[in-house]
């Protein structure tokens, strides 16, 4: 078994918790790797002015593979306040450095998948005929374009006189901004590139074909955003009628998507959206499957750099907790989604299977999977800590 190196980026909160669960994990189920230990996250900004420094990225750079924890964001004003007082002044500016990662490294495929595990109480269920309960087996994939949109970070208060200026060459601006005062406007711009856009369209194809899948929908809105969404739909029946005529090609704007994912959730494979849609729609598939504790990402570039994340944030209250609550499984898929990538199918699927296990058989559950209240006392009312959860799966491996 070949012995891999992997960046590990604890960042702040309940990341630090549950990554290092998720090593335990790992390291039971036989995966070998050195890790090295990438600088990221708040403590950083506040003592250098930098969340993301020079010498992480050089890091990922060369080993190309990152297992990411969480990381804390705050308002611009917020974070200046909590720099160091001897960078205080100096024109230090915060910007979210997972952000940063994506675009330093243009990683700009994101794939979140959704699938339901049986026996979870968090699942989606619905009536059906004769007021019967149903719970549709969910299973989707969200292709998100990870680095343009209106994730681009191009935009302005106030805007220069040169962009004023241009945007004033647009008759619908001119007609419906043109007499607001510039200091007054805020503008961000939604910006789609063709080769991101085909990039991130085959990506989906192909993984619809290579996986089994019947369908691929574009979730966008190109009745109204014609110019950006149009690009995607347009490409998209370009490239599913050349290479892929046999997956259907389904058109669904986002804002309905929202509203069919909670009446039949069953009947979608593949998604593809932009990142701002992207990132909207797989939530709202991550809340069908039991919410951001299962809920795991893996983003990559054209050059093999790769990063893998739960979508949950970092949680600062339930850090301090003498002992962690939150549930590590967003975590630990991520990290199967990591072995996929580096060909440990088979150590990924006895990881997924445990996990599985401990879901079906009930008997070890975090507060969420027992819809209680995120306090330290929910331990105390029968709830598994973070430590127990990875117990449990790891006993199942054994």
């Known amino acids: 078994m070949a012995r891999h190196s992997i960046v590990i980026l604890p960042g702040d909160g309940i990341g630090v918790v549950v990554l290092e669960e998720t090593l335990r994990v790992l390291d039971a189920a036989g995966f070998q790797a050195d890790y090295v230990q990438g600088d990221i996250g708040w403590k950083f900004w506040c003592k250098e002015g930098n969340p993301l420094p020079l010498r992480t990225l050089d890091l990922i750079a060369r080993h190309k593979v990152a297992l990411f924890g969480a990381i804390t964001s705050k308002p611009n004003d917020e974070a200046k306040a909590e720099l160091d007082p001897s960078l205080q002044g100096k024109g230090y500016s915060y910007s979210s450095p997972i952000v940063g990662l994506r675009q330093f490294f243009d990683l700009d ?53 040169k962009v004023y200026e241009a945007l ?48 691929v929908t574009v979730c966008e809105k190109p009745n109204v955003i014609r110019e950006t969404s149009g690009l995607m739909w347009r490409l998209a029946k370009e490239i599913q009628k050349e290479s892929f005529p046999e997956i259907k090609l389904i058109n669904s704007n986002i804002d309905a998507q929202m509203m069919w994912l909670t009446k039949n959730p069953e009947d979608y494979g593949v998604i593809v959206a932009g990142n701002m849609f992207g990132d ?34 970092s ?65 105390e009312n029968g709830a598994a800590s973070t430590f127990q959860m990875t117990d449990a799966i790891i006993e199942r491996l054994e």
């Open 168 to 215: 004033m060459t647009h008759p619908k601006f001119v007609e419906n901004f043109g007499r607001t005062p510039v200091e007054e406007l805020s503008v961000s711009t939604r910006i789609f590139t063709k080769k991101a856009t085909e990039r991130i369209l085959t990506a989906a194809f192909e993984h619809a074909r290579r996986k089994g899948y019947l369908s």
């Open 280 to 313: 909207i729609v797989s939530d709202g598939f991550a809340g069908l499957i039991g919410g951001l504790g299962f809920a795991c990402s893996a983003q990559f570039s054209s050059d093999g750099t790769a990063v893998f994340e739960p979508t949950h944030g």
């Open 315 to 379: 949680a600062p209250k339930y850090a301090g907790y003498k002992i962690p609550i939150v549930n590590p499984i967003a975590m630990m898929e991520s990290a199967c989604l990591m072995l996929d990538y580096l060909n440990e199918n088979n150590i990924a699927a006895r990881i997924r299977k445990a996990i599985a296990g401990v879901i079906e058989e009930g008997k070890v559950r975090t507060y969420d999977m027992m819809k209680m209240n995120g306090r330290p006392e929910v331990l």
């Open 109 to 161: 495929i994101c794939v979140r998948p959704c699938k339901s595990y049986k026996g979870n109480p968090l699942n989606f269920v619905r009536r059906g005929k004769g007021n019967t309960i149903e719970e549709p087996l969910i299973d989707v994939v969200i292709f998100r374009q990870n680095t343009e949109c209106l994730y681009s970070g191009v935009e302005w208060t106030n805007p220069p006189e």
